[in-house]
Structures are given as structure tokens and as C-alpha cells.
């Protein structure tokens, strides 16, 4: 079982690419935000209290995005595919190793994880364009001072860990979809185990 995580500032594609690429290996595609979003929707205990920080583009608690994810990864389907692509999460080093013990309990860990890097210029004229609730200009601006103080310090964390693997996130979804699974096909061969579907 292959576990990658995606990093990148919002806006980078991860959300797009990490969908694509689980579609391609027939992996399972789990995003925080997604189930975040999902929670806020149905208007759930857990959607309320994450709601009010989404919107104001603060991280949502350690404790409901660990507990969440924990609970994902136990899920049949996880269980029973050949990888797990994690989008929006870890977003900060307690995460990170929270997500390790998790793994480890299995006896499991990450495979890689993949840095999408995107100028700063850049993601925020892609997500002024997407204009989701929480892409206006103040919560954009909020969302990436986050992911500098808090994410950002994975990417250090990552490296000396000799997980790391950046790719250059600039161009059209395909540019950029061909980059990350030539970096999957060349890099990581040798542990690849999942059949293309
Ligand atoms: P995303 O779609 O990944 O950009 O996430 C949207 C919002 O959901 C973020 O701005 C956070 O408020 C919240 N969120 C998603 N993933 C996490 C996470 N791992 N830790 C904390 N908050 C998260």
C-alpha cells in the first residue's frame, strides 16, 4: 500500500492532480478539504465548528483533521486499495507525525510526498478565478499566510525525511499531470506495486 501526500499552496492543482492520479492508479483520493466541505454542507456537530475557520481561512483544528483522516484511513476501500492520496493533509508538523504514528500503528508509511510548487502570483489569480466561498481576496490572503507559518515547515521535514519530490506545478493540468506521473513512473518504480486502470 502506497501512500502519498500532496503538498503545495492552495491553488497549486494539488486538488485537480491528486484526483487525476488516483483515478489513473485507482488509488483513493482523501482530501480534507473536500470532507471538511462535505461536513460544513451537511451541517454536522463537526461541520459547525469547523465552518466559522474555514471562512475566515484559519486551519480547523488538529484534533477534528487527525480524527477524520484516522477514521478514513480504517475504511474498507482505503483498506483494500492499492494507495492513498492525501490532499490538504498533513497542513503542519503536528499533523505530520500524527500522521506517521497512524501508519505506524500498521505498520506502514509514507511513500513520498510531492511538493507542487506555484508561484505565489500565481495561485492567487487561479483561485480569484475558481472562486469558491472561501476564495475572496482577504480569506486568500489569510489561507496562504497559513500555509507559510504552518505548512511550510513540512517541506523541510519532508526532505530530510528523503521523502521530498518537487514538481514544478506551472503550466496546463496536463503539463503538470504528465510531470508527476513521469516522477511516479521514473522515481519510484521500483516500489510501485499498483497496475494502471
Ligand atoms: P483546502 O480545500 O485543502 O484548501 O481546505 C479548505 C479549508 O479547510 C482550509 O482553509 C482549512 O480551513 C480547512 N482544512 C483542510 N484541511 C485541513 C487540515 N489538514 N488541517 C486544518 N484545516 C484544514
Not at 498533513?90 to 510531492?114: F, Y
Not at 507559518?149 to 506551472?170: K, M, V
Request: proline letters at 2%.
Amino acid at each position: 500500500m502506497l501512500y502519498f501526500v500532496f503538498l503545495g499552496r492552495q491553488g497549486s492543482g494539488k486538488g485537480t492532480q491528486s484526483a487525476l492520479i488516483a483515478q489513473k492508479y485507482g488509488c483513493v483520493h482523501v482530501s480534507t478539504g473536500d470532507m471538511l466541505r462535505s461536513a460544513v454542507a451537511a451541517r454536522s456537530e463537526l461541520g459547525l465548528q469547523a465552518e466559522a475557520l474555514m471562512l475566515s481561512g484559519k486551519l480547523v483544528s488538529d484534533d477534528i483533521t487527525i480524527g477524520i483522516v484516522a477514521e478514513r484511513l480504517q475504511e474498507e476501500d482505503v483498506i483494500n486499495s492499492p494507495g492513498v492520496l492525501l490532499d490538504g493533509f498533513p497542513r503542519n508538523l503536528k499533523q505530520a507525525k500524527a500522521l506517521e504514528t497512524i501508519l505506524s500503528v500498521h505498520d506502514k508509511r509514507i511513500t513520498a510526498a510531492l511538493d507542487l510548487e506555484v508561484p505565489v502570483e500565481t495561485v492567487t489569480e487561479r483561485l480569484l478565478q475558481r472562486g469558491r466561498s472561501d476564495d475572496t481576496e482577504r480569506i486568500i490572503d489569510q489561507r496562504l499566510a497559513e500555509y507559510e507559518t504552518q505548512t511550510l515547515p513540512l517541506i523541510d521535514w519532508y526532505r530530510q525525511e528523503g521523502l521530498l519530490f518537487t514538481i514544478n506545478g506551472s503550466g496546463t493540468v496536463e503539463e503538470v499531470f504528465d510531470r508527476i506521473v513521469q516522477m511516479i513512473e521514473s522515481t519510484l518504480s521500483k516500489s510501485l506495486s499498483w497496475a494502471e486502470v
